[in-house]
């Protein structure tokens, strides 16, 4: 697709998104911290693109929706308020210290239910990767904007979501993490660990520091030092192979990111690990059957996580090409990087087949409207959501 029909259908997109979701319509919000983390960082893409002032208007207003939305009781709980326990005035200058919302319909799932696996997907809580990618975009903000307020709030949401999500099995032991916890992050809804989360939490909170202080932010306030020793531990000896493409996407994303933030070497094991389990899931043919099904059986939001992993990949070959340091393990680095590129094939397949429009009009792509458009969107336009 040439160049300016691209950022045409990026455009058109993004303002449908803010026209369906309530974000530039009368009717009433509808948000999803997922969705709407990826929404900001492509409308600051725009932004950059075009210069036109609407789209980072766009970026700020979907901030202070979510934040007044998903920092928020439900509508249908018979709590009010910040889910910081703030009062208005205070929850307002904090809006993340509570966490957030994941926006699910169905309200949480009480202490005394009945766990239903299945059931559990439809239901709201907090999650703690729906979190980090809050941290990014609010990240993204600030350094767009330079306003320190929005590198505040992703610390806070940081703090908040780390003492919450982690937990020690016994004093003195090491630490573990929920997957999945209620509203107001009083328990765990999901007790056991999410497969990427340490990864997500560790990088977060390098990325996190390095804005504070690139931006010479280095007092006590933007300090992330101990969580991220934490998630240093938790990340040590795992295996991150998988057979979902989105997985396989946010590996992609998070060793761009290292190699970004540490200058490769300083995280050299763990970017090799990265890389190795991103190959060895990719061959496996189970992560990429997904292109043999019909429509009915596709999830497009979790194929376009892939492509855009793929678009992180290639900045990731490049910084490993250009490090100018001594780095032993440079060679691997790169034998690891040529490999995965004989795959980049695939992104091209996965966005065409999602900007047909016939494919765009079936019940699956619309049952998952919001987060399809966006997560198509930042395939065709990625660096809003991979830029530093």
Known sequence: MEQNASWTVVRNFMLEFADLTGLVSPQAPRRYLWTDAFAVCNFLELYRQTNDEHYQQLALQLVDQVHHVLGRHRDDDRRTGWLSGLDEQEGAMHPTRGG??????????????????????????????????????????????GDPTYLRWAIELARTAHARFTYATSPGHAIRMYWKMSIDLSYPLVATMGHHDPLDGFATYLQLQATASKM?????????????????????????????????????????????????????????????????????????????????????????????????????????????RDLSMKHRLLSRTERLMQYLPLRESIVAYWLDLANRQAAEWMAHRDINMVMLATSLAPDGYLSP
């Open 216 to 324: 010479s932010w280095r007092s006590e306030e933007f300090d992330l030092s101990a969580e991220i020793a934490d998630m240093a531990v938790l990340c040590q000896g795992k295996r991150w192979e998988t057979d979902d493409p989105l997985g396989i996407g946010e590996l992609l994303c998070t060793a761009c990111k290292l190699a970004r933030l540490t200058l490769i070497e300083d995280q050299a094991d763990l970017l090799d690990d990265l890389l190795g389990a991103s190959l060895t899931s990719l061959r496996s043919s189970a992560s990429r059957e997904f292109l043999q099904f019909p429509v009915h059986h596709r999830l497009a939001f979790r194929e376009l996580g892939l492509s855009i992993g793929f678009h992180a990949l290639e900045k990731l070959s490049g910084l490993v090409q250009e490090t100018q």
């Open 100 to 145: 957030l919302r994941i926006g699910k319909e169905r309200n949480e799932r009480r202490p005394a239910e009945f766990y239903d696996e299945q059931g559990e997907w439809d239901r709201d809580g907090q999650y703690y990767h729906y979190l980090t990618k809050w941290m990014h975009a609010l990240d993204r903000v600030s350094r767009v904007t």
